[in-house]
């Protein structure tokens, strides 16, 4: 199972479930432990390795309690941030001294359904004038311009 944490000045603020549109008993069952192995893991491989202070990170929980980095993103707007919100995991920092907070989905009325998605989030909003309506109007005309006859083209 995969799970994205999130890092701010070079401090483990949050770790979330990153499939958040799917409830896994067995999670409320090891959360205790998981978020052991998630402190462990970044105090011991993670923190103070990197230039950058503010990223987050994916990592993957295999099913005997071995963890794997799989890859690492930045900080802020082109990351999704699972069952956190930007300005909750900003309010998570200057609230705890120590610690982290560890979300996941607690039941099958928790689930998140919208999140799984890969695209930016400006591409998410499709009012006019948004990232995807400027998109789109970019790809019809490229294929307007593809399309026309050499007579056109002049």
Request: proline share 5%; charged share 30%; aromatic share 14%.
């Amino acid at each position: 199972m995969e799970f994205r944490c999130f890092v701010r000045g070079d401090r483990l603020v949050g770790v979330s479930q990153r499939e958040v549109t799917a409830y896994y008993p067995v999670l409320t069952e090891r959360k205790d432990n998981l978020e052991d192995l998630f402190l462990d893991f970044f105090l011991t491989n993670i923190k103070g390795r990197f230039k950058s202070e503010n990223y987050t990170l994916v990592i993957y929980v295999t099913k005997d309690g071995r963890l794997k980095l799989l890859d690492f993103n930045p900080w802020g707007a082109f990351t999704l941030p699972s069952l956190f919100t930007w300005d909750e995991l900003e309010q998570l920092l200057r609230e705890k001294d120590d610690g982290f907070e560890f979300r996941i989905v607690k039941s099958n009325c928790a689930v998140r359904p919208g999140l799984k998605t890969a695209v930016p989030y400006d591409y998410l909003d499709t009012s006019p004038g948004s990232g995807w309506d400027q998109f789109l109007r970019n790809a019809n005309e490229e294929l307007l311009r593809q399309t026309r006859s050499p007579e056109e083209k002049q």
